[in-house]
T-cell receptor
Framework: GAVVSQHPSRVICKSGTSVKIECRSL??????MFWYRQFPKQSLMLMAT?????????EQGVEKDKFLINHASLTLSTLTVTSAHPEDSSFYIC???????????FGPGTRLTVT | SQQGEEDPQALSIQEGENATMNCSYK?????LQWYRQNSGRGLVHLIL?????REKHSGRLRVTLDTSKKSSSLLITASRAADTASYFC?????????FGEGTQLTVNP
């Protein structure tokens, strides 16, 4: 089946620094990738949708200058949390959809802790 | 905004019993999907039911979809302790998935 990987799985960073999270589709080409955030004991909230080669579409309330998304190839999307603060600490999950497919394939998530 | 609402929020049952979780939504959908998430882990895709389908089975899972009532249910039969997890429904409008709030299922051995 389709596999999506995320790296790193866990990251701890200091307040004010930037962190990059990678999302890769391993055995299919992902024309669309999605980034979600999940706070403890809550559901997944869609942050943004990215299509390969074009700018990401951000959900209302998500700062595009703070959460930089790059979908430069059909197998890789990156999320950079800039100037991270403790309130950005969360579980970040990406997913990918291949062309014409119904299903989204989810990565294992990245636990970000900002101290 | 989240359009899926799930009930119950939490469900605690004994091993061997059946567990039923419900999901309601508000807008038109292409399909509805159910996922499981163990604490602190990623999502596991369980089943997808299309808008023109009414019922689907996969092993011990049975999903129903009533588009007139905009609701779906997930039934897990003969539950096991390993089924303990959070279960989420997600509606697919074609361009995005919108997740419900989830049901925390605890299966006691």
């Amino acid at each position: 089946g389709a596999v999506v990987s995320q790296h790193p799985s866990r990251v701890i960073c200091k307040s004010g620094t930037s962190v990059k999270i990678e999302c890769r589709s391993l055995d299919f080409q992902a024309t669309t990738m999605f980034w979600y955030r999940q706070f403890p004991k809550q559901s997944l909230m869609l942050m943004a949708t990215s299509n390969e080669g074009s700018k990401a579409t951000y959900e209302q309330g998500v700062e595009k200058d703070k959460f930089l998304i790059n979908h430069a190839s059909l197998t890789l999307s990156t999320l950079t949390v800039t100037s991270a603060h403790p309130e950005d600490s969360s579980f970040y999950i990406c997913s990918a959809r291949d062309l014409g497919g119904d299903e989204q394939y989810f990565g294992p998530g990245t636990r970000l802790t900002v101290t | 905004s989240q359009q899926g609402e799930e009930d119950p929020q939490a469900l605690s049952i004994q091993e061997g019993e059946n567990a039923t979780m419900n999901c309601s939504y508000k807008t038109s959908i292409n399909n509805l999907q159910w996922y499981r998430q163990n604490s602190g882990r990623g999502l596991v895709h369980l089943i997808l039911i299309r808008s023109n389908e009414r019922e689907k089975h996969s092993g011990r899972l049975r999903v129903t979809l009533d588009t007139s009532k905009k609701s779906s249910s997930l039934l897990i039969t003969a539950s096991r302790a390993a089924d303990t997890a959070s279960y989420f429904c997600a509606t697919d409008s074609g361009s995005r998935l919108t997740f419900g709030e989830g049901t925390q299922l605890t299966v006691n051995p």
